[in-house]
C-alpha cells in the first residue's frame, strides 16, 4: 500500500470559514459573513485581494463560474457575488426564503441550489445566469422566488 501524503498548513488567514471554492488562479473563501478573494500564488503567505461587505448570512457552500460567485447560506438562502474586480466583489443578486440553500454547482447555463424546504422536503432550485428561475424548483411543483438584482446584467454590479 502506498503511503498516503501528509498535509501541512502553510498559511492563514485566520477565522473560521465552511466554503471555498477555486477558479484556477484566485480562492474564494469567507470569514464570516464576509466573502474574501484570496491569492495563492505564494502558499506561505496567501494575499488578501479582496472581500465584501458582510452578507445576509454566513455561507455554507459555494461555486464560481467566471465572474460570478454563487453563495448557498443555510436558512439565509443564496447571493450571487460578482467577481469580475476580484479587489472589489460586490453582490448582485439574492433570493430570500425560509427554506435552507445547503449546497451549490455551476454548469455553463445555470447554478443548482440543493437544499429543503421549511416541512423537510429536499429540492433543488436552478438559477440561469441571467438572474432568472427557469425551472423553479426541481422536482415538483414550481415556486417563484423574488431576487434582487434578477433583471440585471449578472455580470457587472453597475448593471443591478
Known amino acids: 500500500m502506498a503511503e498516503r501524503p501528509i498535509f501541512e498548513p502553510t498559511g492563514s488567514l485566520g477565522g473560521t470559514t465552511q466554503a471555498v471554492a477555486f477558479d484556477g488562479t484566485l480562492v474564494y473563501t469567507h470569514i464570516g459573513k464576509r466573502i474574501v478573494v484570496v491569492d495563492p500564488s505564494d502558499p506561505a503567505a496567501?494575499?488578501?485581494?479582496?472581500?465584501?461587505e458582510?452578507?445576509?448570512?454566513?455561507?455554507?457552500?459555494?461555486?464560481?463560474?467566471?465572474?460570478?460567485?454563487?453563495?448557498?447560506?443555510?436558512e439565509g438562502g443564496f447571493e450571487v457575488v460578482w467577481v469580475g474586480d476580484p479587489a472589489n466583489p460586490q453582490p448582485v443578486g439574492i433570493a430570500q426564503w425560509y427554506d435552507h440553500a445547503a449546497a451549490v454547482a455551476v454548469s455553463p447555463q445555470a447554478a443548482l441550489?440543493?437544499?429543503?424546504?421549511?416541512?423537510?422536503?429536499?429540492?433543488?432550485?436552478?438559477?440561469?445566469?441571467?438572474?432568472t428561475f427557469p425551472g423553479d424548483r426541481l422536482p415538483g411543483q414550481s415556486h417563484s422566488r423574488q431576487v434582487r438584482g434578477g433583471g440585471g446584467d449578472m455580470h457587472d454590479p453597475s448593471q443591478p
Do not use: C, I, K, N
Not at 496567501?46 to 465584501?52: E, Y
Not at 455554507?60 to 448557498?72: E, F, I, N, Q, T
Open 54 to 74: 458582510p452578507l445576509f448570512a454566513e455561507p455554507v457552500s459555494l461555486a464560481v463560474d467566471g465572474s460570478r460567485l454563487y453563495v448557498a447560506m443555510g
Open 113 to 131: 441550489f440543493a437544499g429543503h424546504m421549511a416541512g423537510g422536503e429536499e429540492t433543488v432550485w436552478l438559477f440561469s445566469h441571467d438572474g
Open 46 to 52: 496567501p494575499r488578501v485581494v479582496g472581500q465584501t
